[in-house]
């Protein structure tokens, strides 16, 4: 259900001030890592994991995810700390279907859903977790992302009459935020410092390749983000920084700078290209992701910036990335030897 006009007015004061905190159009510069070391999250515990997803990591390199010890148990929400990166399932009211965690602030705080443990169901239940403590939320659907900035703003999507519509919870009061004008259904799946991005679909489960994203702000509603030249009707959305640099796939790895709503296109190197559609950036604005490089006969993790180009991060077969930190650390995950998935840390 809607909120009155001016509840919707309050939170979205509250998610305009973030935006005070904006950084200059001139992004800090990149800092290329060496040596990259791979920690394999299902096994940095006494007990290997019997498959596992790493989906989102803050500033201090905490990891959350959700995993499963036993092949016959649902997938739960957890947390990996450094340094050991010991599995922590967190408390989730044994709810069936199991549970996941989504996103991290700098603080610690967790956001997620119980009730349908992976992402894509329409019937979870929106909750975070501050110092341990689960807290339900306003809705049926999902928490996608934290807020870097201050962790009293989560984005995510809530169901409403059977179809899907972008959801903010500013300190737990939910904001539906509806759809893009003649689109069934939508989500937001990132926020930082004041942007907000999303996507718009048409199936009540997400097809990038359907897709259009967006930007959504409290004084213009949704924006379109515009693909590139041959491409401008399609997009997909993953991320945003704190300057306002989007990341997503417009059928090449694109960016939108700075607020922008207009396509820059991540340029290849030789036989180098995005791959896959989980992507992520960082307030450097170094870009996460998967491509195939010369050499490589299968996509690999990497990361991009405008200084040093693609940078390979690691040599699994076929991974997915799905976020970056302000330390270039990246997390993921893999479909390796074993069933089931491995969450993967990589580490500079």
């Known amino acids: 259900m809607r909120l009155p006009v001016y509840v919707l007015a309050l939170g979205c004061a509250t998610v305009v001030s973030c935006s005070s905190e904006h950084r200059s159009p001139t992004e800090t510069p990149p800092v290329k890592p060496v040596g990259i070391k791979t920690i394999d999250l299902a096994l940095s515990s006494s007990t290997p994991l ?6 989102a990591i803050n500033d201090s390199g905490v990891v ?3 995993a499963a010890m036993n092949a016959a148990d649902s997938t ?7 340094p050991s990166y010991r599995v922590e399932f967190l408390p989730d009211q044994n709810a069936e279907n199991g549970s996941s965690a989504n996103g991290v602030g700098r603080d610690g705080v967790i956001g997620g859903q119980i009730g349908c443990a992976r992402t894509g169901a329409v019937s979870c239940t929106p909750v975070y977790w501050r110092a341990g403590v689960m807290h339900v939320l306003d809705g049926v659907g999902q928490v996608n992302a934290v807020c870097p900035c201050d962790s009293h703003s989560l984005v995510g999507q809530v169901v409403v009459n059977g179809a899907l519509h972008g959801a903010l919870w500013i300190d737990g009061v939910l904001i539906d935020v509806g759809t893009p004008p003649g689109t069934a259904n939508a989500q ?10 999303g996507n718009a679909f048409d199936d009540t489960v997400v097809d990038p390749h359907l897709s259009t994203g967006f930007r959504w702000s409290p004084s213009s509603g949704w924006t379109r983000l515009i693909g590139p030249p041959a491409f401008e009707n399609s997009s997909f959305v993953s991320d945003v920084n704190s300057s306002g640099t989007a990341v997503g796939s417009a059928t090449f790895g694109t ?4 607020g922008s709503n207009t396509a820059t296109v991540i340029p290849d190197e030789g036989d180098f290209g995005m791959g896959g559609l989980e992507t992520a950036i960082n307030d450097s604005s170094v870009v996460a992701g ?6 490589h006969l299968y996509p690999v993790a990497a990361i991009w910036s405008q200084a040093d180009g693609w940078t390979p991060i690691g040599g ?3 991974p997915r990335v799905t976020d970056i930190n302000n330390s270039n650390q990246v997390v993921g995950y893999w479909a390796g030897d ?4 491995q969450a993967l840390l990589w580490e500079p």
């Open 50 to 55: 019997f498959t596992s997803r790493a989906n």
């Open 64 to 66: 959350v995810g959700w």
């Open 76 to 82: 739960r929400a957890v947390v990996w700390r450094p």
């Open 188 to 197: 937001l799946v990132s926020v930082a410092h004041g942007f907000v991005v």
């Open 255 to 258: 960016l939108w700078l700075n």
């Open 290 to 295: 998967v491509f195939t490089a010369g050499g």
């Open 316 to 318: 699994e077969f076929n």
């Open 338 to 341: 074993v069933p089931g998935f």
